[in-house]
């Protein structure tokens, strides 16, 4: 007999524990207190303000430091989502095997080059990216901010990451 | 004057809230240019696999040293604000290790500034990465 699909809760759950792991294991996303919100394999990061994100006290305005980390850590969890997405939906890989360091290697940045458009205003900031090319060896990304309207960025990034070599793999 | 500089820089820094929360120092300051270290912090690791700091560290004290050397430029209109910033990543900085940045104002125009940097760990040979960046002068967004 045919197995029955698992309720779409459960499903859910999985995924975004899978998601959280990844966020919850590196220190500087913790140290920014960027968070990550899902809707199926779209992501879109979150970092809530904070008096120590500042870089210009007298505006006050966003440090171009804190904005550059939020964009760059945005483009690092997007490609290591899509390949992770696509292990969980292939089947390749059991969402709660998914272990950062163990069987899922981040990618490296090559360069990343910010555009600051606007001061980033004392309020939570968003952020999306987007994969141009991801190749084996090197993915191609661009990523937009904004704060309070989407349609006016606040900064926008593009960069260059090394892949990891075995993305993911089930251990057992 | 290089006492001065300094002084101005370091008072810069200080009140800068992000660069205070990653431990930025002023090392030296000149006119346009500028040297600042940020020591190692388990708080800043990008990959916990291999305790290498995060790029985005790396980038905030490229970009604070960047906007220091332009404060100090004997031109500079008293404010400013990053236009744009590329940095390069050669190599992943070693766990454990001071980062030292040292930025250039190196042209410097009635709005804008034009700078470059370099960062190094403690091996000063290889540089764990590189920026080139605009700057505006004066005035801020």
């Known amino acids: 007999m045919r197995q029955q699909p698992e309720p779409v809760q459960v499903v859910k759950q999985r995924r975004d524990a899978a998601l959280s792991?990844?966020?919850?294991?590196?220190?500087?996303?913790?140290?920014?207190?960027?968070?990550?919100?899902?809707?199926?394999?779209?992501l879109t990061a979150i970092m809530p303000f904070r008096d120590d994100l500042v870089g210009n006290p007298m505006l006050p305005a966003l440090h171009g430091g804190a904005t550059a980390a939020f964009l760059e850590i945005t483009s690092v969890i997007e490609l290591t989502w899509a390949t992770v997405w696509q292990s969980i939906?292939?089947?390749?890989?059991d969402p709660d095997q998914i272990q950062?360091?163990?069987?899922?290697?981040?990618?490296?940045?090559?360069?990343?080059?910010?555009?600051?458009?606007?001061?980033?205003?004392?309020?939570?900031?968003y952020a999306?990216?987007?994969?141009?090319?991801?190749?084996?060896?090197?993915?191609?990304?661009?990523?937009?901010?904004?704060?309070d309207n989407r349609s006016r960025l606040f900064a926008q990034a593009s960069g260059h990451f090394v892949m990891p070599d075995v993305v993911t793999q089930t251990q057992g | 004057m290089a006492?001065?500089?300094?002084?101005?820089?370091?008072?810069?820094?200080?009140a800068i809230p992000h660069s205070k929360a990653l431990g930025m120092q002023i090392a030296s300051a000149n006119?346009?240019?500028?040297?600042?270290?940020?020591?190692?912090?388990?708080?800043?690791?990008?990959?916990?696999?291999?305790?290498?700091?995060?790029?985005?560290?790396?980038?905030?004290?490229?970009?604070?040293?960047?906007?220091?050397?332009?404060?100090?430029?004997?031109?500079?209109?008293?404010?400013?604000?990053?236009?744009?910033?590329?940095?390069?990543?050669?190599?992943?900085?070693?766990?454990?290790?001071?980062?030292?940045?040292?930025?250039?104002?190196?042209?410097?125009?009635?709005?804008?500034?034009?700078?470059?940097?370099?960062?190094?760990?403690?091996?000063?040979?290889?540089?764990v990465a590189m920026a080139s960046g605009t700057f505006v002068n004066g005035g801020g967004k």
């Not at chain 1, 792991?21 to 779209?42: H, K, L, N, T, W």
């Not at chain 2, 990543?89 to 370099?118: E, G, K, L």
Request: aromatic share 8%; hydrophobic share 40%; net charge neutral.
């Open chain 1, 89 to 93: 939906e292939t089947g390749a890989v």
């Open chain 2, 31 to 127: 006119e346009g240019e500028v040297k600042m270290q940020m020591p190692y912090d388990e708080k800043f690791i990008g990959d916990p696999a291999t305790r290498v700091i995060h790029g985005g560290a790396v980038f905030a004290l490229l970009d604070t040293c960047c906007g220091a050397a332009v404060m100090t430029h004997p031109s500079s209109q008293g404010s400013t604000a990053t236009i744009d910033l590329r940095v390069d990543y050669m190599r992943p900085a070693s766990p454990d290790q001071v980062i030292t940045a040292t930025a250039t104002c190196y042209n410097i125009t009635r709005t804008v500034a034009f700078v470059r940097a370099v960062a190094t760990d403690e091996r000063t040979d290889k540089p």
């Open chain 1, 100 to 125: 950062l360091g163990q069987n899922l290697q981040l990618p490296k940045t090559i360069d990343f080059t910010v555009d600051y458009l606007r001061s980033g205003l004392p309020r939570d900031a």
């Open chain 1, 21 to 42: 792991a990844i966020v919850s294991a590196v220190p500087y996303i913790q140290f920014m207190g960027i968070q990550f919100e899902r809707r199926g394999d779209e």
């Open chain 1, 128 to 147: 999306r990216a987007r994969i141009n090319r991801s190749g084996r060896r090197y993915a191609s990304v661009s990523v937009e901010a904004w704060q």
């Open chain 2, 3 to 14: 006492a001065k500089t300094i002084e101005t820089a370091q008072r810069f820094i200080n």
